[in-house]
């Protein structure tokens, strides 16, 4: 079955390391997204990509870093220069124009830093 | 940018009741998406609606796109402990090649 897998399911990170959240896709589609959760709020989104070596900044993308080198994997980093790093991060896929079938989410990663 | 406002932020209602949320916008969109989360989990989609005025169920669940393309608003009926979560509405503006903007939330507890 397709599907859209993110890993790890928990991360712990020290301040002041980098870490990357990993986001894999099976679904044929062109288009990858990475959005932030804080409890009791609504998606924000970081990065996001509509075709494989190009990638656009969203909406919060300042301390966090991507790369599309493949269709199926779009990576995050979280790097030192995000402040306040703890979060429940997702990934979502869709066709191209997005509209047509909606975005399709991972299960999502749950940053501690410690 | 453009915002969605969804409301009710939250609701307790009792098992077996019927829900009603709504989705509004101060512009126009030109699909709605709604969305369920389960607690730790990422989003499901729900159903999706294309045009103005459309009304369409999937299960227990119904939902429309308003005729003036600026809101949205999802029904559930006799309401059963699984319904619990987070449902979200999500409009894709006009012009045509940018993203889904989402709204923050309505989140729904069943008390048996």
């Known amino acids: 079955d397709g599907g859209i897998t993110q890993s790890p399911k928990y991360l712990f990170r020290k301040e002041g390391q980098n870490v990357t959240l990993s986001c894999e896709q099976n679904l044929n589609h062109d288009a990858m997204y990475w959005y932030r959760q804080d409890p009791g709020q609504g998606l924000r989104l970081i990065y996001y990509?509509?075709?494989?070596?190009?990638?656009q900044k969203g909406d919060i993308a300042e301390g966090y870093s991507v790369s599309r080198e493949k269709k199926e994997s779009f990576p995050l980093t979280v790097t030192s220069a995000q402040k306040n790093p703890t979060a429940f991060y997702l990934c979502?896929?869709?066709?191209?124009?997005?509209?047509?079938?909606?975005?399709?989410f991972g299960s999502g990663t749950r940053l501690t830093v410690v | 940018g453009q915002q969605l406002n969804q409301s009710p932020q939250s609701m307790f209602i009792q098992e077996g009741e019927d829900v009603s949320m709504n989705c509004t916008s101060s512009s126009i969109f030109n699909t709605w998406l709604w969305y369920k989360q389960d607690p730790g989990e990422g989003p499901v989609l729900l159903i999706a609606?294309?045009?103005?005025?459309e009304l369409t169920s999937n299960g227990r669940l119904t939902a429309q796109f308003g005729i003036t393309r600026k809101d949205s608003f999802l029904n559930i009926s006799a309401s059963i402990p699984s319904d619990v979560g987070i449902y979200f509405c999500?409009?894709?503006?006009?012009?045509?090649?940018?993203?889904?903007?989402f709204g923050p939330g309505t989140r729904l507890s069943v008390l048996p």
């Open positions: 990509s509509q075709i494989v070596n190009d990638f």
């Open positions: 999500a409009g894709h503006p006009f012009p045509y090649g940018q993203n889904f903007v």
């Open positions: 979502a896929s869709s066709t191209r124009d997005g509209f047509s079938t909606g975005y399709t």
């Open positions: 609606l294309y045009k103005a005025g």
